[in-house]
């Protein structure tokens, strides 16, 4: 059976930076009841804390700061790019372990957004990119969706 990664707040585990979660239901718990599920937090994984001050990708994008040449930053100036890095890192050995080749991860998220970030001034805009987790497992050969295109993933995997 397929392995697929996922963030873990889509599946109710209460890692977002604010404390809470972003469960889904549908095919992300069907999947799950079917032990199909590998889940992760980037952030917490690179060891940030719950709850913990938002961050953003201040200079760059998610691939600037897998080059060394981005970072990511909380509003007081703040740098966590290690973090995110280390984070990212993680779940790209994840999917290694578990020969995985698809992940579902949390749309917007500086680690884990799959077609929009915030703008990196903190003002709630969102903007075309990915995050870093997504950025690195990307450049790994690992489709990764959204969890507004499960049903796109689901039409893959049913091939």
């Avoid at 809470?20 to 992300?28: K, T, Y």
């Avoid at 981005?70 to 100036?77: A, D, E, K, L």
């Avoid at 991860?105 to 995050?131: H, Y």
């Avoid at 489709?143 to 689901?154: G, I, K, P, W």
């Amino acid at each position: 059976m397929q392995k697929i990664l996922v963030s873990a707040c889509l599946l109710g585990e209460k890692v977002r930076y604010d404390g809470g979660d972003s469960r889904q239901s549908g095919l992300i718990a069907q999947w799950q009841s079917e032990g199909r599920l590998i889940s992760i937090c980037p952030e917490v994984a690179g060891g940030l804390p719950i709850p913990r001050p938002p961050a953003e990708i201040v200079s760059g994008s998610a691939d600037a700061v897998l080059r060394g040449r981005g970072s990511v930053q909380r509003q007081n100036g703040e740098d966590v790019t290690d973090a995110f890095v280390d984070g990212a890192e993680r779940a790209l050995a994840l999917c290694m372990k578990h020969q995985i080749g698809f992940a579902i991860l949390k749309e917007g998220s500086p680690s884990c957004g799959v077609n929009s970030v915030n703008d990196g001034r903190f003002s709630g805009i969102k903007i075309d990119g990915e995050g870093v987790a997504a950025c690195l497992l990307r450049r790994h050969g690992i489709d990764v969706f959204s969890e507004q295109e499960v049903e796109q993933l689901a039409l893959l995997l049913n091939d």
